[in-house]
């Protein structure tokens, strides 16, 4: 185990330095320039379509945008906003968060793209819609080899390593907390996990649509409230951000690249922009044009890292814990939460885990059903795959924390770069149609339509559009 830790390390050191990070940042500026800023300019109008989107409420056999866009951060707001952000400032320091925000500011224009992409290449699945990458490569591309590869990518990434990470991350903490057996919690983790996700993708929506507005409101105003009683430390912690993100001292030393490395790499693993996962959330949602659940995609990028990861990064920067690599992980928020309210704070982060942890499982199930669906319809292999999820839930659960970690880092790199590729390749139809919506909301507020005729390029490759 050790000589496999140390051989991924190595591997996600040279993907993550010379490759990805560069991939993401340049691709999330192109996209923001080619779409002329969709993701600031557009800001009022994300916020009405996710007002609609709960005013419509839910309908038999289909998935709203809301619900839809509760899925996606279902997944997004996970381990990642709570021990993913406390990792980065152990290992990177306050600087990391700087970096983190940047890749969810330029990001955000790339989960336009590929949530967008996944509505246009959309088809109906047994009781609702269903799409993502895969499907956009094969349709778009021509190129069913390359979707099957993701396909195979993302039930291994989100299904198995993922939610080994969040099963990881809820046992530790009820485990430091409350002294709870990891073996006998895990086993309670993974009944329940199973029991969901044999209710199919609509059990998944119904949950996710009821936990996932809760917690996040909860976690919010106890940060709140946090920020309120240190507001004359605030102004100096989010200056320290800034200076150790370009600080002389980290360049001088060296450890500007861990800076860097550790916010992107947290960054990307909270809001999963350009990853190609929330891209599976954004097809199932029943609208009227494909521009809308990208846009609601978009702020869902937001809500996870510039939001709920900032009230994290703040939490543990207004507390006395030591940032020097000695705790990290869920244990440093649990440390930093006890130290601003005392003991309740780190069962009060147990208990948030426990309900960020479980959404995130469910919703990443719900992109490996996609994508399964996507290899082939054969059902059987769907209740296998769901009994080897709850296994890696298990599995999880009582792993050790870095190998599980290191795993999910290297997968994440490669899905995301066979994603990236991808929507470069078809950016160009995702941004006509958003250069059609833009043109029908100059005419009119309401009734807003697509249809593939709009785009020349599609011709017959979307039936759901005609």
Same mark, same amino acid.
């Given at each position: $185990?050790?000589?496999?830790?140390?051989?991924?390390?190595?591997?996600?050191?040279?993907?993550?330095?010379?490759?990805?990070?560069?991939?993401?940042?340049?691709?999330?500026?192109?996209?923001?320039?080619?779409?002329?800023?969709?993701?600031?300019?557009?800001?009022?109008? $994300?916020?009405?379509?996710?007002? !609609?989107?709960?005013?419509?409420?839910?309908?038999?056999?289909?998935?709203?945008?809301? =619900?839809?866009?509760?899925?996606?951060?279902?997944?997004?707001?996970?381990?990642?906003?709570?021990?993913?952000?406390?990792?980065?400032?152990?290992?990177?320091?306050?600087?990391?968060?700087?970096? $983190?925000?940047?890749?969810?500011?330029?990001?955000?224009?790339?989960?336009?793209?590929? %949530?967008?992409?996944?509505?246009?290449?959309?088809?109906?699945?047994?009781?609702?819609?269903?799409?993502?990458?895969?499907?956009?490569?094969?349709?778009?591309?021509?190129?069913?080899?390359?979707?099957?590869?993701?396909?195979?990518?993302?039930?291994?990434?989100?299904?198995?390593?993922?939610?080994?990470?969040?099963?990881?991350?809820?046992?530790?903490?009820?485990?430091?907390?409350?002294?709870?057996?990891?073996?006998?919690?895990?086993?309670?983790?993974?009944?329940?996990?199973?029991?969901?996700?044999?209710?199919?993708?609509?059990? &998944?929506?119904?949950?996710?649509? &009821?936990?996932?507005?809760?917690?996040?409101?909860?976690?919010?105003?106890?940060?709140?409230?946090?920020?309120?009683?240190?507001?004359?430390?605030?102004?100096?912690?989010?200056?320290?951000?800034?200076?150790?993100?370009?600080?002389?001292? =980290?360049?001088?030393?060296?450890?500007?690249?861990?800076?860097?490395?550790?916010?992107?790499?947290?960054?990307?693993?909270?809001?999963?922009?350009?990853?190609?996962?929330?891209?599976?959330?954004?097809?199932?949602?029943?609208?009227?044009?494909?521009?809308?659940?990208?846009?609601?995609?978009?702020?869902?990028?937001?809500?996870?890292?510039?939001?709920?990861?900032?009230?994290?990064?703040?939490?543990?920067?207004?507390?006395?814990?030591?940032?020097?690599?000695?705790?990290?992980?869920?244990?440093?928020?649990?440390?930093?939460?006890?130290?601003?309210?005392?003991?309740?704070?780190? =069962?009060?982060?147990?208990?948030?885990?426990?309900?960020?942890?479980?959404?995130?499982?469910?919703?990443?199930?719900?992109?490996?059903?996609?994508?399964?669906?996507?290899?082939?319809?054969?059902?059987?292999?769907?209740?296998?795959?769901?009994? &080897?999820?709850?296994?890696?839930?298990?599995?999880?659960?009582?792993?050790?924390? !870095?190998?599980?970690?290191?795993?999910?880092?290297?997968?994440?790199?490669?899905?995301?770069?066979?994603?990236?590729?991808?929507?470069?390749?078809?950016?160009?139809?995702?941004?006509?149609?958003?250069?059609?919506?833009?043109?029908?909301?100059?005419?009119?507020?309401?009734?807003?339509?697509?249809?593939?005729?709009?785009?020349?390029?599609?011709? !017959? %490759?979307?039936?759901?559009?005609?």
């Amino acid at each position: $185990m050790e000589n496999l830790n140390n051989w991924i390390i190595v591997t996600n050191d040279f993907i993550w330095t010379y490759i990805l990070i560069a991939l993401l940042i340049c691709i999330g500026i192109y996209f923001t320039f080619k779409s002329r800023f969709v993701q600031f300019r557009n800001i009022r109008e $994300m916020f009405r379509l996710l007002g !609609d989107g709960i005013a419509s409420g839910n309908h038999k056999n289909s998935v709203s945008s809301f =619900q839809a866009f509760c899925i996606a951060t279902a997944s997004r707001v996970g381990t990642g906003n709570l021990a993913g952000v406390a990792t980065a400032l152990a290992l990177g320091g306050p600087g990391a968060i700087f970096w $983190m925000w940047l890749i969810a500011l330029i990001g955000s224009a790339s989960a336009f793209i590929e %949530s967008t992409l996944a509505q246009i290449y959309k088809v109906k699945g047994d009781r609702s819609f269903i799409g993502g990458p895969a499907f956009y490569m094969e349709k778009g591309l021509k190129k069913r080899w390359l979707g099957i590869l993701f396909a195979v990518i993302i039930t291994i990434t989100f299904g198995l390593v993922f939610n080994s990470v969040q099963a990881n991350t809820v046992t530790l903490a009820f485990h430091e907390v409350f002294g709870t057996s990891r073996v006998w919690l895990g086993i309670i983790l993974t009944l329940f996990t199973l029991l969901v996700i044999f209710g199919g993708i609509h059990r &998944i929506a119904v949950i996710s649509g &009821i936990i996932v507005p809760l917690m996040a409101i909860a976690y919010i105003l106890l940060a709140a409230f946090i920020l309120f009683t240190h507001l004359g430390t605030l102004p100096h912690v989010i200056g320290s951000i800034f200076t150790n993100a370009f600080g002389f001292e =980290q360049f001088a030393s060296g450890g500007l690249g861990a800076v860097i490395m550790q916010g992107v790499r947290r960054g990307l693993f909270s809001n999963e922009a350009g990853m190609g996962s929330a891209p599976n959330a954004a097809a199932t949602a029943t609208v009227s044009h494909p521009v809308k659940q990208g846009l609601i995609q978009a702020l869902s990028v937001f809500t996870d890292t510039l939001i709920i990861c900032s009230c994290t990064a703040l939490i543990i920067l207004l507390s006395d814990v030591p940032l020097d690599g000695s705790v990290k992980g869920i244990q440093l928020t649990q440390m930093a939460l006890s130290h601003q309210i005392g003991s309740v704070g780190g =069962q009060f982060i147990a208990i948030c885990i426990l309900l960020f942890a479980f959404s995130s499982i469910v919703g990443n199930y719900s992109y490996c059903e996609t994508n399964l669906f996507f290899i082939s319809k054969n059902k059987t292999y769907l209740q296998l795959y769901r009994i &080897i999820v709850g296994g890696m839930a298990m599995f999880g659960s009582i792993a050790a924390l !870095d190998l599980v970690w290191n795993i999910a880092d290297l997968f994440m790199a490669i899905m995301a770069i066979t994603n990236l590729i991808a929507i470069v390749l078809l950016g160009k139809i995702a941004l006509k149609a958003l250069q059609d919506y833009n043109r029908q909301r100059r005419i009119r507020k309401k009734n807003i339509i697509f249809k593939s005729s709009f785009i020349p390029e599609l011709k !017959d %490759s979307t039936s759901e559009w005609e």
